[in-house]
């Protein structure tokens, strides 16, 4: 029974995994427009996803670097002058949500040649974004046990459009492994991801 | 009969224990941007707005020149750190992420923002701003300038310097003349020149 008790929570997390379905916002921002149109880099807002565990959102303040100019008064930018106006943070909706028992961190993998698109997909044509993997154990674990199949030189992390060489990436990817000091020991043990 | 009465128990009780099951993945945590009910003010949310007037020390001591670019004499001439080819190339990079959008890659003002209407800034190759000193740009990244807002959550202290040096590099690239050039490339340039 505790088997059928296990089973049932993890088809009711599974189940309610949603995978390429796209998130509605309180304000209609495009990664498509301001980074695939415009060619704004990830780090113009996303500052923190070299150096820390989590990608911070940009504050309104980031908005306003170019909105203080820019479609001023626009209806579509009435809830980011809202917030600038009264201090009050935008309440984005979370597009990922590992469960809490999961410890992830960006930083690890961006300074190791790990491309966003990677795991992100392709945010420079999505307009809302959605989560574009499953982004469960077992997909964790697909690339944590054969990392060399993903891994690519640090220069193309953020090129949303690169495509691994059509033949010999493994050789490339076992390359940067022992060029970057990835651990493929420690990269499938429980407690890299546990604590 | 009975068994059927055993077996809705049983979905009950691992429906009931499924929905307990997710405690675990929700924790009672405060985790990265989530709603913060113990505290008072308006502003709710984990992520904490800085007090007025707060100062990183995770540098070490306090240098003010390192800080604000401010001598005695005005604006700092010269960088408080060397420069290294890894500091252009560092910079460089962080140019291209933070400064380009408005002011392009080569620094003429025309970077793909002023194309959609940002006001157009003045050239980094302009005469004026050919002979004003490094300072000057890690000031306007710090304090913002006119209608330009301050980069200075964004960039850390030793990148600011980074693309301040940057540019500087990049003015005299934009200026160079042949004899700026070492004598033993100078037939390659010149052959180059002519053949386009």
Known sequence: MALLATSLTVFAR???NKVRVPIEQPVAFSHALHNGQLGLD?????????VAAAANIPPTETCMTCHSQIRVGSPQLAAVQASWDSGEPLAWNKVHDLADFVYFNHSAHINKGIGCSSCHGRIDQMAAIWKNEP????WCLECHRNPAAQVRPRSEVFNMAYVPPAEGQLELGEQLVEAYHINEEKLPQCSTCHR | MKASIGFSLLILLSLLLSSCGMNMYDQPKANLYAAAPYVK????GTA????????SRERGAVDPTFYTALTPEGLATDLPIPVTMEVLE???ERYNIYCS???????????MIVQKGMPQPASFHDPRLRASPVGYYYNAMTNGFGRMFSYASRIPPEDRWAIAAYIKALQL????????VPESLRDSLEVQGASR
């Open chain 2, 101 to 111: 959008p408005c002011h392009n890659f080569n620094g003429n003002g025309l970077g």
């Open chain 2, 48 to 55: 904490r707005p800085l007090p007025e007037g707060v100062v």
């Open chain 1, 14 to 16: 599974t189940s309610n």
């Open chain 1, 135 to 138: 982004m469960t154990m077992g």
């Open chain 2, 41 to 44: 003010d308006k502003v709710v």
């Open chain 1, 42 to 50: 990830c780090r113009y807002c996303h500052t923190s996803v070299e």
């Open chain 2, 173 to 180: 690239s934009q200026n160079a003349s042949l004899s700026d």
């Open chain 2, 90 to 92: 560092r910079g460089q």
